[in-house]
């Protein structure tokens, strides 16, 4: 169940400081945890041009009926 805040000017002003002050500390912390993650390069080897030929403006055509 979600309930509003009644706050006034003041503490909401208060409030807006504080979790700016929480989340630029979150921010800044220095992280212990590093993710080895390398970016994936894939080689395309097959070649489209073979597959599609003298046929070529059909399957644009054919494509472009998906999109719309």
């Known amino acids: ?3 509003e805040l009644n706050l006034s000017a ?3 002003i208060i ?3 504080v979790l700016t002050l929480a989340l ?3 921010w800044l912390k ?3 945890i590093q993710l080895d993650i ?3 390069t894939d ?4 070649n489209t041009t073979r597959n599609v030929g003298t046929r070529y403006g059909a399957y644009i055509q054919s494509q472009g009926k998906y999109n719309n």
Not at 43 to 46: F, K, N, R, Y
């Open 1 to 3: 169940m979600a309930t």
């Open 10 to 12: 003041t503490q909401f």
């Open 15 to 17: 409030l807006v400081i």
């Open 24 to 26: 630029a500390a979150l």
């Open 30 to 32: 220095k992280s212990y």
């Open 38 to 40: 390398e970016p994936k």
């Open 43 to 46: 080689s395309v080897t097959d």
